[in-house]
């Protein structure tokens, strides 16, 4: 039906629509006074079941091992009962178990942000060059004959160093997605180019010693460590909370995102800064076990069937993650010891694999 | 409302626009026509600020555009770009939602309001029965009006899309271009467009812009502008404008045949000196 003047009739448009419930599907609102953040129902079943998870991989690993704690002695222990059991408990296994899940958290969040940024599941730390650039300063100090307490700082220098060369390759395209991941790769050739070759010049006996840090371990290592990654995120907490709200536009194209007033390139700019200082502060100090950091978000996404890696589980199954392949390393070849690094590579090649060849049968 | 001033504007080495002055008419639905390469989309980006002019100032209500915050603009000029990238998983009413962030922080991602606003732009865009439905698994002219929907949760003043009906058949471009009308007619918006399609745009615009190598040719009411001399000014074609037999808006008509086989054309259809011919006994009724 059209109207004299030929233009289409209008009487179809409902008046008025009256304002009708909240639109958030599968969401609710959490409101903590002036502050109303939307949060996925799902998302909080996934973190509830991951949290108690976590906590019954804490409890097993604090139990198993030489020599064997029964669960009720491991938890009468950490109720502060005072236990014969309280040196093995809080002086050999927790600082290491808190260590795996803080490192673990850490891992799951910077994968998160760089995937998504990358816009690529297969991005991690050690795609963009972030492992690397740690790895080389840590080889280096450690066939140099530093002091011990000196690498993770170092590592940490080196990762930091890789990251400001990604972010100028990268940002005079705005850090597009290709274009961070292609400077990310260049990188990570430079860095891991520079290590060999440090490598094979430097004395065999420290040659092997920089080869088990780069595989990434956490023998040896707690709360030391542990508190730097947790101060780490601790500090960066605000700009976290930013970031889960941030992430849920990264998947609009840039000139839509900008007709909706956002920013992309600076957006961008801080998700992946955040990321790689995150990455470069848990690598420095645990080594390269970043399959957690593939793994991780991508595992999470799934169980919370969202469109991008939810941050909060990504974290919950990163810590998971890494305390069940500590216990493994720890287990599996008693006495032998192995480093959690070749533990989550286990795990990650395989799963490459499958995510590789569910890409090809959805895109033939 | 919308306005530009000596605006120069291009890509890497390529100036598209070189000194534009504009003025778009408030309330109005404007069209901006003109052959592949001439700059519309340049301009319509530009005066979206998705491009940053080299000289020249975009004008929004009178202030320079670049001097507003982003979100300010965005509460007041909503976008649709060309071929917006359909995010992978998102339903419906969650994309239509994501027009909602210039009015959001992240310490306040929800209000009623944004509820209000959503519930009212998917009624408009007639797709609230679709709400639950991923994007990506939608048509594509369901796809366009979900996208267009997005845009109106912005509850902005004025609306800039670019071709927005490229790439959808004829049914789904006429239900996007009454859409727009409608939105111009009855929620009092300004809406600029980039069309292709001359004849649509002669039939749905106020006021047509036609542009040719990165100037304006020409611009006003499609009835007052659009002969058969200012088509073959911009697109360089020989054709015959007649009223359309629905609307009485201007027709272009090719009047090239190319190969194909020509009717009989009675001395009477002749174009007349302003490039129209009377539409009875236009052609040969027998045969029809």
Known sequence: ????????????????????????????????????????????????????????????????????????????????????????????????????AVAGAAFGVAGTLIQSVARNPLASPDVIGITQGAGLAATVALTSGAAAVLVAPTALVGGLLAAVLLFALGARHGLAAQRFVLAGVAVAFAFRALTEVVMLTADPIDGLRAQIWLIGTLAGKGWTEAAWIAGTLLVLLPVLAWAGWALNSTALDDDTARGVGLRPVARRIGLAGTGVLVAAMVTAQVGAVDFVALVAPQVARRLVR????????????????????????????????LPAGVLTAAIGGPYLIFLLLRGRRRSS | MLSTRDLVAGYDERTVLDGLDLDLPTDAF??????????????????????????????????????????????????????PLVPEGVTVADLVGRGRQPYQRWWRQWSPEDGAAVDRA?????????ADRPVDSLSGGQRQRVWIAMTLAQDTDALLLDEPTTFLDLAHQVEVLDLLHRLRVERGRTV???????????????????????AVVAAGPPREILTADLVRDVFGLACVVVPCPVTGAPLVVPAHTGGATARPVTPSTQPADDGTIPLAGSYPSKGL
Not at chain 1, 8 to 31: E, H, N
Not at chain 1, 326 to 336: K, M, S, V
Not at chain 2, 31 to 56: D, E, W
Request: charged share 15%; with cysteine.
């Open chain 1, 306 to 337: 969202a469109e991008r890696p939810p941050l909060v589980c990504a974290a919950l199954l990163g810590a998971l993650l890494l305390v069940l392949a500590d216990l493994a390393g720890r287990r599996l070849f008693a006495p032998t010891q």
């Open chain 2, 30 to 83: 404007t069209v901006i026509v003109g052959p592949n390469a001439c700059g519309k989309s340049t301009l319509l980006r530009t005066m979206a600020r998705l491009l940053t002019p080299r000289r020249g100032t975009v004008l929004l209500d009178g202030s320079a555009i670049r001097d507003l915050p982003t979100r300010e603009v965005a509460r007041r000029l909503g976008v649709l770009p060309q071929s």
């Open chain 1, 1 to 100: 039906m059209t109207t004299v003047d030929g233009r289409p009739d209008s009487a179809t448009i409902p008046a008025d629509v009256s304002p009708g419930a909240a639109r958030l599907p599968g969401r609710s609102l959490l409101r903590i006074g002036p502050v109303s953040l939307q949060v996925r129902r799902r998302a909080v079943l996934v973190a509830v079941v991951l949290t108690v998870l976590l906590l019954l991989a804490v409890v097993l690993s604090l139990s198993l091992g030489t020599p064997y704690v029964a669960p009720a002695d491991v938890l009468r222990a950490l109720s502060g009962a005072g236990t014969p059991y309280d040196l093995v408990v809080f002086d050999l296994r927790l600082p290491r178990i808190v260590l795996a």
């Open chain 2, 122 to 130: 998917m009624t408009l865009a007639d797709v609230a029965g679709l």
């Open chain 2, 192 to 214: 600029v467009a980039v069309l292709h399609d001359l004849n649509q745009a002669a039939r749905y615009a106020d006021h047509l812009v036609a542009m040719r190598a990165g």
